[in-house]
Nanobody, 126 residues
């Protein structure tokens, strides 16, 4: 099992940037594909980005492609989400998630992610 703690959220103007971090506990961090998922008020959780266990593959939602970048540092047990050119529609609580068994390949399917952090609020003002 893995425990996740997000940080880096805040208030930013449209067009600005933020970098989210997710620190993971445990010695098996590198065995999990990781994702960022967001939830806006009154909406369902939405996939944002994911990265494979070995950093070899990444996938993005169309709405953030070209603006957001997911990365990970397996030596430090951290996954990042660099968010550039932020828009008001990016406002949401952002969650870090680790994929659970039997899934091990990077995926856009939110239901495949079994372990979740508490979330960090990102607010983009227009």
């Amino acid at each position: 099992q893995v425990q996740l703690v997000e940080s880096g959220g805040g208030l930013v103007q449209a067009g600005g940037s933020l970098r989210l971090s997710c620190a993971a506990s445990g010695r098996t961090f590198s065995s999990y594909a990781m994702a960022w998922v967001r939830e806006a008020p009154g909406e369902e959780r939405e996939f944002v980005a994911a990265i494979s266990r070995s950093e070899g593959s990444t996938v993005y939602a169309d709405s953030v492609k070209g603006r957001f970048t997911i990365s990970r540092d397996n030596a430090k047990n951290i996954v990042y989400l660099q968010m550039n050119s932020l828009k008001s529609e990016d406002t949401a609580v952002y969650y870090c998630a680790a994929q659970g068994p039997p899934y091990y390949r990077v995926s856009k399917t939110v239901a495949e992610y079994a372990y979740w952090g508490q979330g960090t609020q990102v607010t983009v003002s227009s």
